[in-house]
């Protein structure tokens, strides 16, 4: 028994270390659940009015402090309704999160393949859709595709998004180095404030950027621009050079970058960084 008294005693010093280093990864990880869900407005208006009633607590305003709490049953209801998509995006996070997945980011050589694959495409106006998954799994995704695990190369991703070719119109996802599957739908953006002109191939990037934390690699069949959807925004027309090195970074890291590659589209975010950025959004967007 003195060897588990020993043993008692060490862990009891220990204890409140793990208890913070518990705590603070929770909270790390929820801080990375709203800032790639966008919800961090819901964070900063919670706060704001909890600053409020602490003002009207500590100077004694009672019809203030009586008036934020018979409103305050009322506005978590508001919140909930209001913040519903993203309150859903969370919880499905949440659910489909893989805290300790191996590297799953494709090598330097399989990147560049992949971009000179859309650079072809590009320059033969034909419409590609290549999804780069992180953290969040979606497999459920990856089901709705036929399922490939071939080796990464730009003659077959190019094949892949011929015209005459069954699996042409879907996204095909890229993990683990390999191409798992091809022909998957991809869910449609909720944003309400999209140029019309955007089609279905860019609003199906800019949907399974919102729910997922994934980089989608997008050819336009119309204009042949080359573009990358992340974090719920897209950037749109990058050079091969521009799309690769974000890839690189964006994939090394795989977590949401600080920096924009380029200049989001109309209503789609803005970037942070405005260094080596393409030219802007041109005023006949693409229609697909």
Same mark, same amino acid.
């Given at each position: 028994?003195?060897?588990?008294?020993?043993?008692?005693?060490?862990?009891?010093?220990?204890?409140?270390?793990?208890?913070?280093?518990?705590?603070?990864?929770?909270?790390?990880?929820?801080?990375?659940?709203?800032?790639?869900?966008?919800?961090?407005?819901?964070?900063?208006?919670?706060?704001?009015?909890?600053?409020?009633?602490?003002?009207?607590?500590?100077?004694?305003?009672?019809?203030?402090?009586?008036?934020?709490?018979?409103?305050? =049953?009322?506005?978590?209801?508001?919140?909930?309704?209001?913040?519903?998509?993203?309150?859903?995006?969370?919880?499905?996070?949440?659910?489909?999160?893989?805290?300790?997945?191996?590297?799953?980011?494709?090598?330097?050589?399989?990147?560049?393949?992949?971009?000179?694959?859309?650079?072809?495409?590009?320059?033969?106006?034909?419409?590609?859709?290549?999804?780069?998954?992180?953290?969040?799994?979606?497999?459920?995704?990856?089901?709705?595709?036929?399922?490939?695990?071939?080796?990464?190369?730009?003659?077959?991703?190019?094949?892949?998004?011929?015209?005459?070719?069954?699996?042409?119109?879907?996204?095909?996802?890229?993990?683990?180095?390999?191409?798992?599957?091809?022909?998957?739908?991809? =869910?449609?953006?909720?944003?309400?404030?999209?140029?019309?002109?955007?089609?279905?191939?860019?609003?199906?990037?800019?949907?399974?950027?919102?729910?997922?934390?994934?980089?989608?690699?997008?050819?336009?069949?119309?204009?042949?621009?080359?573009?990358?959807?992340?974090?719920?925004?897209?950037?749109?027309?990058?050079?091969?050079?521009?799309?690769?090195?974000?890839?690189?970074?964006?994939?090394?890291?795989?977590?949401?970058?600080?920096?924009?590659?380029?200049?989001?589209?109309?209503?789609?975010?803005?970037?942070?960084?405005?260094?080596?950025?393409?030219?802007?959004?041109?005023?006949?967007?693409?229609?697909?």
């Amino acid at each position: 028994m003195e060897w588990f008294q020993r043993l008692q005693t060490v862990y009891d010093v220990f204890r409140p270390i793990l208890d913070i280093a518990i705590l603070a990864f929770l909270l790390y990880k929820a801080y990375e659940l709203l800032i790639k869900t966008q919800a961090a407005q819901l964070v900063k208006g919670a706060g704001f009015l909890a600053l409020v009633y602490g003002v009207a607590f500590l100077f004694k305003l009672t019809t203030l402090q009586w008036i934020l709490t018979m409103l305050a =049953p009322g506005l978590f209801i508001a919140i909930a309704i209001v913040f519903q998509p993203e309150l859903r995006k969370i919880i499905i996070r949440l659910g489909q999160g893989e805290l300790f997945r191996p590297d799953s980011k494709p090598r330097i050589g399989q990147l560049e393949a992949v971009v000179t694959a859309a650079e072809i495409l590009s320059q033969q106006r034909r419409g590609a859709l290549v999804v780069f998954p992180r953290r969040v799994n979606i497999k459920n995704i990856a089901d709705t595709g036929t399922r490939l695990n071939a080796e990464i190369s730009s003659s077959l991703i190019v094949t892949v998004f011929e015209f005459d070719t069954p699996l042409h119109d879907g996204a095909m996802i890229i993990q683990n180095g390999r191409i798992v599957a091809a022909g998957c739908f991809l =869910p449609l953006s909720e944003q309400q404030d999209i140029r019309k002109s955007f089609g279905t191939r860019h609003r199906a990037s800019l949907g399974m950027s919102e729910q997922s934390d994934a980089v989608i690699l997008v050819v336009s069949e119309e204009t042949g621009a080359i573009s990358l959807a992340y974090d719920a925004k897209l950037y749109y027309d990058l050079s091969p050079i521009e799309a690769t090195r974000k890839l690189r970074e964006l994939l090394d890291r795989g977590v949401r970058s600080g920096a924009a590659a380029g200049t989001p589209a109309d209503g789609m975010g803005s970037g942070e960084d405005t260094a080596d950025l393409p030219a802007a959004l041109p005023d006949t967007a693409p229609t697909e």
